[in-house]
């Protein structure tokens, strides 16, 4: 059985389709014509979509793993603003790369949210803080300030699972919480940012106070996460179990199984590990290979597959472990997006985990996407969203503690800029009101310290 590794099939074709260019030394003349085809082509993949037949587009069977779109792509003209930055077309011996094709779609993606961006999601590790780290990007949290202070809703939708223990979301970050307080965010503004651990278990909201306070399940679960059968949760956690265990004796691995509540994972064994399979590997984060860690998530993807497993899941490679969480990021974001009454076409998740083997898979259903690699591209992109999607005009370096304070928010300017704090939301109650079963449910998997990742 063969399987593409850490491929995206769209990125694969638009590359392709690039590389003619290359080869045949006329990328000025012909890179934006192939950029216009791709946008025609996800065009009519959009228009047969909405009448049913998706799948009978010429988009559909050059990409069979398409996935939705939830606006227009204006590719061309993002392309073109980004040659003429970076001169892409003029390069004789590196022909377009990955990374080329990420940024030009990150910024068509962007271009296309000017008028109508009102939530902004966020995965934690590579994206909002590097691996495994706390928040440390004083700029980045100034820009989280600046669209919160703009009106649109923020939220950290990440893998970590540490229940409703508000404490250990606040450790990983803390500065930016700091910031809310030390750029002047009113209280309203405040409680637009949002935190929902595990993928989509525990949602918190930050109060007036900077300070992270949960939300009862009841308030803000959809009906999806609702009912999810215990016996489906016990066989899902079984299924990939046993795969696990299968898969560690295959491959002589120094690891161990980790269960929760809600997720099942296979970390490091440490010296355990070492004494296990003194031959094998694995028994520190740095010698679990990518390829041994993909190799498992293939593995219990296409075991839960043969499995009578029906409720969703999300099996990912962490960097230097493997987590199945029930649950995923498509169900958390779409939640989400019902508990603020946000359209998917108004909905950004911001997330280094695009491929099928990663976290942030899932939620290209139910939101447009950008793809980056570190905390510095989610700051750069941000800018561009607060110049482009927030009508901000001056330098974002002007904008200091005091100067902040004074931006008038985007509701009172009048702007059309973005939506300004079109959401609705609920409001947050006391950790002492929650119902004790909620309370103590453990579970969610991977992220925190223990999950390193590496960029694709
Ligand atoms: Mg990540």
Redesign the pocket.
Same mark, same amino acid.
């Given at each position: 059985m063969l399987t593409e590794h850490r491929r995206d099939g769209l990125y694969e074709f638009v590359r392709t389709l690039l590389r003619h260019s290359f080869v045949l030394d006329c990328m000025a003349e012909t890179l934006p014509k192939s950029w216009a085809y791709i946008e025609e082509l996800i065009n009519e993949h959009m228009e047969c979509t909405k009448k049913g037949h998706g799948h009978k587009s010429r988009l559909k069977q050059l990409v069979p793993t398409i996935g939705t779109f939830h606006t227009p792509l204006m590719l061309q003209a993002a392309f073109e603003e980004y040659d003429a930055k970076y001169k892409i077309s003029t390069r004789k011996f590196i022909q377009p790369s990955f990374n080329d094709i990420r940024h030009t779609m990150n910024l068509a993606q962007v271009n296309a949210l000017k008028g109508q961006l009102k939530l902004v999601t966020f =995965?934690? =590790?590579?994206?909002l803080y590097s691996d495994g780290n706390n928040f440390a990007e004083p700029k980045l949290a100034r820009n989280i300030c600046l669209l919160l202070r703009r009106g649109v809703t923020c939220a950290l939708v990440t893998a970590a699972g540490y229940g409703y223990k508000a404490e250990r979301y606040e450790q990983r970050i803390g500065m930016l919480l700091k910031a809310f307080v030390e750029h002047g965010l009113t209280a309203e503004e405040r409680k637009r940012f949002y935190v929902l651990g595990g993928e989509c278990h525990y949602l918190l909201q930050v109060n007036e106070h900077a300070k992270l306070i949960p939300i009862p399940e009841l308030e803000w679960v959809g009906k999806e996460c609702h009912g999810w059968p215990q016996e489906q949760v016990t066989m899902l956690l079984d299924v990939c179990e046993g795969c696990l265990k299968e898969a560690i004796s295959d491959m002589n691995l120094r690891t161990t199984i980790l269960r929760k509540e809600r997720a099942v994972g296979m970390i490091p064994g440490g010296s355990t590990g070492k004494a296990t399979a003194p031959t094998g590997s694995g028994s520190k984060r740095s010698s679990l290979r990518r390829e041994v860690l993909d190799e498992c998530v293939m593995r219990v993807k296409r075991a839960i597959e043969e499995s009578d497993v029906t409720i969703p899941y999300c099996a990912f490679n962490g960097g230097a472990d493997v987590f199945i969480d029930v649950g995923n990021k498509r169900v958390g974001v779409s939640a989400l997006q019902k508990y603020l009454k946000v359209a998917p076409s108004s909905t950004l998740h911001v997330?280094?985990?695009f491929l099928d083997t990663g976290? =942030?898979f899932e939620a290209r259903n139910v939101a447009t996407t950008v793809w980056v690699t570190n905390p510095h591209e989610t700051k750069y992109l941000l800018k561009q969203i607060l110049q482009k999607c927030c009508g901000l005009k001056r330098k974002l370096s002007e904008y200091t503690s005091a100067t902040l304070n004074a931006l008038i928010p985007l509701s009172a300017a009048g702007d059309n800029g973005a939506s300004a704090a079109a959401v609705g939301s609920g409001s947050a109650i006391s950790p002492e009101t929650i119902p004790e079963d909620i309370a103590e449910k453990g579970g969610g998997g991977g992220g925190g310290p223990a999950a390193k990742?590496r960029a694709p």
């Open positions: =995965d934690g =590790d590579c994206t997330g280094d985990q976290n =942030d990742r």
